[in-house]
């Protein structure tokens, strides 16, 4: 059986840059629709099942913040934002409102692509797994469990769909129950990016992970725990 190809929505106003990367993500095989406004980006976003969107934070009328602001809240399309030097705050507003990844213009065509790669890696549900009658790595909780194998967060049996980057802040947490990570310590290890500016990245993902966690289980939700002054951890025992 042929393998899907994974569709992207590539969003910027340049249409020299949206060609250059539709034709680099072709050669891979890559399905690729293109939109110049965020407008119409997120209507495409909307009404289409994209694997991934690389998005443009600088565009006319509805900017990049606010397009994945309002994807989030009604799906967890991984996304990859395009920004331009000097724009760090900007950086730092995109994760906060659930941006995936980032790549600073004038940037290699070549390492796009490589981060698409890894970023659909990481989103992607490895479907045969179901028909496995054991998975070595899954993290077992009473009212969660995480298949990382498969990519997959149930909770009380039911799946979530967490972005890539609300799955693996999960999973860091989830692998050392009871420990106590600080704000810093999560920003680096599970973004990879280390800045001396808003802490409010971590908190912001923290917040909607445990609403997603809400909405089938409020003892899920009641896992992850502030522990003031310091950090995050996840809580095995708080659980009823």
Known sequence: ME???????VVDDEERIRKLLTMYLEREKYLIDEAADGETALQMALNKDYDLIILDLMLPGMDGIEVCEKLRESKATPVIMLTAKGEEANRVQGFEVGTDDYIVKPFSPREVVLRVKALLRRASKTKFLETEPTTKNVIVFPHLTIDHDAHRVKVDNHEVDLTPKEYDLLYYLAQNPDKVFSREDL???????????DLRTVDTHVKRLREKLNRVSENAAK????VWGVGYKIEAENQA
């Open 187 to 197: 920003l680096k290890d599970v973004w990879n990016y280390e800045f001396f500016g």
């Open 223 to 226: 896992m992850i725990v502030t």
């Open 3 to 9: 393998e899907k190809k994974s569709t992207i929505l």
